[in-house]
């Protein structure tokens, strides 16, 4: 399995397409030429494996981050994306709609 330390390698996950757009360079490059190194973010915000997916829900919403690199110990365990967060809230909701419609179905009669 591929394994890299953290340090750095979350920098190269939250570049993004409006990051090349909007990134003050400084420089007259090309943007043919220009690398990852160049417009990514130097400081990324990482969740950990026990980080709660509301949590992620929220630090998502309120830093427009669309990925996370997950990091445990200083190496990249993964990387968790807006889809798969709200993919694990729907589920959720769906199995608690489930049990209220199975306990309601299921409510004793009064008498």
Same mark, same amino acid.
């Given at each position: 399995?591929? /394994?890299?330390?953290?340090? &750095?390698?979350?920098?190269? @996950?939250?570049?993004?397409?409006?990051?090349?757009?909007?990134?003050? @360079?400084?420089?007259?490059?090309?943007?043919?030429?220009?690398?990852?190194?160049?417009?990514?973010?130097?400081?990324?915000?990482?969740?950990?494996?026990?980080?709660?997916?509301?949590?992620?829900? /929220?630090?998502?919403?309120?830093?427009?981050?669309?990925?996370?690199?997950?990091?445990? !110990? &200083?190496? @990249?365990? &993964?990387?968790?994306?807006?889809?798969?967060? !709200?993919?694990?809230? @729907?589920?959720?909701?769906?199995?608690?709609? /489930?049990?209220?419609?199975?306990?309601? /179905?299921?409510?004793?009669?009064?008498?």
């Amino acid at each position: 399995m591929f /394994r890299r330390q953290a340090e &750095g390698l979350g920098q190269a @996950l939250r570049t993004r397409k409006t990051d090349v757009v909007h990134h003050d @360079l400084h420089v007259d490059v090309p943007v043919g030429e220009l690398l990852a190194r160049d417009v990514m973010s130097s400081d990324p915000i990482v969740a950990s494996p026990e980080t709660d997916v509301n949590d992620l829900r /929220r630090m998502m919403v309120e830093t427009h981050q669309r990925y996370f690199p997950v990091v445990s !110990a &200083g190496t @990249l365990q &993964g990387v968790i994306s807006f889809h798969d967060v !709200a993919r694990a809230v @729907l589920e959720e909701q769906g199995f608690e709609n /489930r049990m209220l419609k199975a306990y309601i /179905r299921d409510w004793p009669a009064e008498g």
